[in-house]
T-cell receptor, first 114, second 109 residues
Framework: DAMVIQNPRYQVTQFGKPVTLSCSQTLNHNVMYWYQQKSSQAPKLLFHYYDKDFNNEADTPDNFQSRRPNTSFCFLDIRSPGLGDAAMYLC?????????????FGPGTRLTVT | KQEVTQIPAALSVPEGENLVLNCSFTDSAIYNLQWFRQDPGKGLTSLLLIQSSQREQTSGRLNASLDKSSGRSTLYIAASQPGDSATYLCAVLGNQFYFGTGTSLTVIP
């Protein structure tokens, strides 16, 4: 089945130690999104790629970076994780950015910072 | 900026009851509205997508309606089951996706 895959499902990192989260998709969608979701909160959009075009949200900290080497893969890099970065990180895809496009989500990566 | 509100924040109902979850949004210039289900510690599962030109969508026991002019959507769940217990999120697509904070549903056996 076509899907959105995130690895790892659970990640523990130390305060200040760089970490990379991975997302891949078999849907061949143009847009890939990264969201941060903290407990009992709505998902918060960090950034998205439309093809190779990177779009950063204004309030996304510089500590968060992303790479999309090809259509299928997108990575979230946290350069120096702080305790406040502990959250669920959700990757999503859609065919287009504006229009009647459905979002498809991966299972998420739960990040713990010790 | 678009604001999406979901009321109530939490809901507890006995098994078998029909229920309605509400979603309201402030900017009616949307392309679509999507309802998701989220189980604890999991990702989001898409339930229904309503395009801006549509009034409702149905899937099994779920029916979602959209009144774009009033900025409202409802998710109707018929004959609720314990397995329906989860958090339900709505999201609207304007210039980006905006999420509500969700309604946490508990169906009591």
């Amino acid at each position: 089945d076509a899907m959105v895959i995130q690895n790892p499902r659970y990640q523990v990192t130390q305060f200040g130690k760089p970490v990379t989260l991975s997302c891949s998709q078999t849907l061949n969608h143009n847009v890939m999104y990264w969201y941060q979701q903290k407990s009992s909160q709505a998902p918060k959009l960090l950034f998205h790629y439309y093809d190779k075009d990177f779009n950063n949200e204004a309030d996304t900290p510089d500590n968060f970076q992303s790479r999309r080497p090809n259509t299928s893969f997108c990575f979230l890099d946290i350069r120096s994780p702080g305790l406040g970065d502990a959250a669920m990180y959700l990757c999503a895809t859609s065919r287009g950015r504006t229009g009647p496009y459905e979002q498809y989500f991966g299972p998420g990566t739960r990040l713990t910072v010790t | 900026k678009q604001e999406v509100t979901q009321i109530p924040a939490a809901l507890s109902v006995p098994e078998g009851e029909n229920l309605v979850l509400n979603c309201s949004f402030t900017d009616s210039a949307i392309y679509n509205l999507q309802w998701f289900r989220q189980d604890p510690g999991k990702g989001l599962t898409s339930l229904l997508l309503i395009q801006s030109s549509q009034r409702e969508q149905t899937s099994g026991r779920l029916n979602a309606s959209l009144d774009k002019s009033s900025g409202r959507s409802t998710l109707y769940i018929a004959a609720s089951q314990p397995g329906d217990s989860a958090t339900y999120l709505c999201a609207v697509l304007g210039n980006q996706f905006y999420f509500g904070t969700g309604t946490s549903l508990t169906v009591i056996p």
